[in-house]
């Protein structure tokens, strides 16, 4: 037994040392940024998943839609990778249309960054740091390195097995990997941020920014901790580095050193230029067609779709939207109710619509109403009662008849009629960032101006990197949400 435990315990080795030795033969290549690195992917496998990748994330999130401000990244991006270990490879810089506070790479050069983190940033070489710490990413291969150290972690897990016919011990290996896999971890954030300064320096930008990127980040951690209003860690960045972190410190000085040699001047003016009308809150691209053309009106808090290609004027109490070659016309007007009574009996007796044909009751997202089509015009009629309110629908085809495609055209118009929800308010009702000079009043006496957000006060702190005491001078350019 005691030889047959022994042997086991040869062949195990054995067999692990073997395995050890052919990955390294087969798969040790030299990282571009000059380290040793076991990785088992090429760099044209590396491209092709990053392109793969590319097209899923596009269709799961929307691209923010300012062509002037994806010109001005993508600007300051090649101009960073053009300084970078792996110059020849096509790099792809997007922002992305989400409120959260995050950036990413995928293998091969795609990078991204979200509007909700860009809010929070104040200068081109704030940006740049955060660009160039992606890049950072992408030229040490961080990703390729994961998904080799994950491949070989599953590998030994199946070796343990097959050796020890334990299948727990293939658990436990995979839990560690795992706990270790679980993001790039300390050191391959230090690794992004010092490449992302030298790439800083080199292209004429302020090394330290990447120190300033942290301390934004953090105040927002902070603050997202005291008012316990959630949000989401910049993959890690809070986790791995801690305020004054020495080795930062220590990665960065040596890139400043290099910077000492540039003289180059960015001006300021471009990034506020840019950034100017930067929106915040959720995105107004809400996922489904119906959302692409969905028309809201915020004084009387009503909403409704038209298909794509329709436009609208509108009053305050009045809408009118035609379709694209305007063979169909759509109008909304408003009457208050005087006494309430059923909506059939109103478009009877109020509107003198009798004899209506294609008839039906109406009750959608909790409110009444009643249709039909008036013979004596071939118009589809509506009114739907919200509030104190009774809202009049009139559909019309421009040639005086009305066919059965485009009666269902004007019902699924009339259906959609609905109020705006809560969680809508920012899309009804949009608001951005706006660069002003500060005339002397106080982040409390601007909240108050716009209560845009229940901690307007300290979100404009933290937009203008005031926080958590800090008040604007007098003359400086400032941050203000309309």
Same mark, same amino acid.
């Given at each position: 037994?005691?030889?047959?435990?022994?042997?086991?315990?040869?062949?195990?080795?054995?067999?692990?040392?073997?395995?050890?030795?052919?990955?390294?033969?087969?798969?040790?290549?030299?990282?571009?940024?000059?380290?040793?690195?076991?990785?088992?992917?090429?760099?044209?496998?590396?491209?092709?998943?990053?392109?793969?990748?590319?097209?899923?994330?596009?269709?799961?999130?929307?691209?923010?839609? $300012? %062509?002037?401000?994806?010109?001005?990244?993508? =600007? *300051? &991006?090649?101009?960073? @990778?053009?300084? /970078?270990? !792996?110059?020849?490879?096509?790099?792809?810089?997007?922002?992305?249309?989400?409120?959260?506070?995050?950036?990413?790479?995928?293998?091969?050069?795609?990078?991204?960054?979200?509007?909700?983190?860009?809010?929070?940033?104040?200068?081109? $070489? %704030?940006?740049?740091?955060?660009?160039?710490? =992606? *890049? &950072?990413?992408?030229? @040490?291969?961080? /990703?390729? !390195?994961?998904?080799?150290?994950?491949?070989?972690?599953?590998?030994?897990?199946?070796?343990?097995?097959?050796?020890?016919?334990?299948?727990?011990?293939?658990?436990?290996?995979?839990?560690?990997?795992?706990?270790?896999?679980?993001?790039?971890?300390?050191?391959?954030?230090?690794?992004?941020?010092?490449?992302?300064?030298?790439?800083?320096?080199?292209?004429?930008?302020?090394?330290?920014?990447?120190?300033?990127?942290?301390?934004?980040?953090?105040?927002?951690?902070?603050?997202?901790?005291?008012?316990?209003?959630?949000?989401?860690?910049?993959?890690?960045?809070?986790?791995?580095?801690?305020?004054?972190?020495?080795?930062?410190?220590?990665?960065?000085?040596?890139?400043?050193?290099?910077?000492?040699?540039?003289?180059?001047?960015?001006?300021?003016?471009?990034?506020?230029?840019?950034?100017?009308?930067?929106?915040?809150?959720?995105?107004?691209?809400?996922?489904?067609?119906?959302?692409?053309?969905?028309?809201?009106?915020?004084?009387?808090?009503?909403?409704?779709?038209?298909?794509?290609?329709?436009?609208?004027?509108?009053?305050?109490?009045?809408?009118?939207?035609?379709?694209?070659?305007?063979?169909?016309?759509?109008?909304?007007?408003?009457?208050?109710?005087?006494?309430?009574?059923?909506?059939?009996?109103?478009?009877?007796?109020?509107?003198?619509?009798?004899?209506?044909?294609?008839?039906?009751?109406?009750?959608?997202?909790?409110?009444?109403?009643?249709?039909?089509?008036?013979?004596?015009?071939?118009?589809?009629?509506?009114?739907?009662?919200?509030?104190?309110?009774?809202?009049?629908?009139?559909?019309?085809?421009?040639?005086?008849?009305?066919?059965?495609?485009?009666?269902?055209?004007?019902?699924?118009?009339?259906?959609?009629?609905?109020?705006?929800?809560?969680?809508?308010?920012?899309?009804?009702?949009?608001?951005?960032?706006?660069?002003?000079?500060?005339?002397?009043?106080?982040?409390?006496?601007?909240?108050?101006?716009?209560?845009?957000?229940?901690?307007?006060?300290?979100?404009?702190?933290?937009?203008?990197?005031?926080?958590?005491?800090?008040?604007?001078?007098?003359?400086?350019?400032?941050?203000?949400?309309?």
């Amino acid at each position: 037994m005691k030889n047959s435990l022994l042997k086991q315990n040869y062949s195990l080795k054995n067999c692990i040392l073997s395995l050890c030795g052919l990955c390294f033969l087969s798969s040790c290549a030299v990282n571009p940024t000059g380290g040793i690195d076991f990785v088992t992917m090429s760099e044209s496998r590396e491209i092709e998943l990053g392109a793969e990748m590319h097209q899923q994330i596009l269709q799961e999130n929307p691209v923010y839609q $300012d %062509q002037q401000l994806q010109e001005y990244v993508n =600007e *300051i &991006g090649q101009k960073l @990778a053009a300084e /970078s270990h !792996r110059p020849d490879i096509e790099y792809s810089f997007t922002v992305i249309d989400s409120p959260d506070i995050n950036a990413f790479a995928l293998p091969g050069g795609f990078i991204y960054i979200n509007r909700g983190l860009m809010l929070y940033l104040n200068s081109e $070489d %704030q940006l740049a740091a955060v660009l160039g710490h =992606e *890049i &950072g990413h992408v030229t @040490a291969r961080h /990703s390729v !390195r994961q998904q080799a150290a994950s491949q070989s972690n599953s590998v030994l897990a199946g070796v343990l097995v097959v050796a020890t016919g334990v299948s727990s011990l293939g658990e436990t290996s995979s839990l560690l990997g795992g706990a270790l896999l679980s993001g790039y971890g300390r050191d391959m954030e230090l690794e992004s941020d010092g490449l992302g300064a030298e790439y800083l320096a080199n292209a004429g930008y302020d090394p330290l920014a990447m120190v300033d990127v942290i301390g934004v980040l953090k105040n927002h951690e902070d603050f997202t901790k005291r008012t316990s209003s959630g949000g989401v860690s910049y993959h890690g960045v809070f986790a791995t580095h801690p305020r004054n972190d020495t080795r930062l410190q220590e990665v960065v000085g040596r890139a400043n050193e290099l910077a000492e040699e540039n003289d180059s001047t960015i001006d300021p003016q471009v990034f506020r230029e840019r950034m100017d009308g930067l929106a915040l809150g959720a995105s107004t691209q809400m996922a489904g067609s119906d959302a692409r053309n969905r028309y809201y009106q915020t004084l009387l808090n009503y909403t409704l779709v038209f298909p794509d290609g329709w436009s609208w004027s509108d009053t305050t109490t009045t809408l009118n939207a035609n379709s694209a070659e305007d063979a169909l016309s759509f109008n909304i007007g408003v009457q208050r109710l005087q006494a309430f009574k059923e909506p059939r009996l109103f478009m009877q007796d109020d509107l003198g619509l009798a004899g209506l044909q294609k008839t039906e009751s109406l009750s959608q997202f909790g409110l009444q109403g009643y249709t039909g089509v008036n013979p004596a015009d071939n118009t589809r009629m509506a009114v739907v009662y919200y509030g104190p309110r009774a809202f009049i629908m009139t559909g019309a085809e421009a040639s005086g008849n009305l066919s059965a495609e485009n009666d269902n055209i004007l019902l699924e118009a009339i259906r959609s009629f609905r109020p705006i929800a809560a969680n809508e308010r920012n899309i009804a009702d949009p608001i951005s960032i706006v660069y002003v000079r500060s005339d002397g009043k106080t982040y409390a006496q601007l909240a108050a101006e716009n209560p845009f957000d229940p901690n307007a006060e300290d979100l404009l702190r933290l937009y203008n990197s005031d926080y958590p005491r800090g008040e604007p001078a007098i003359g400086e350019w400032i941050k203000i949400v309309r």
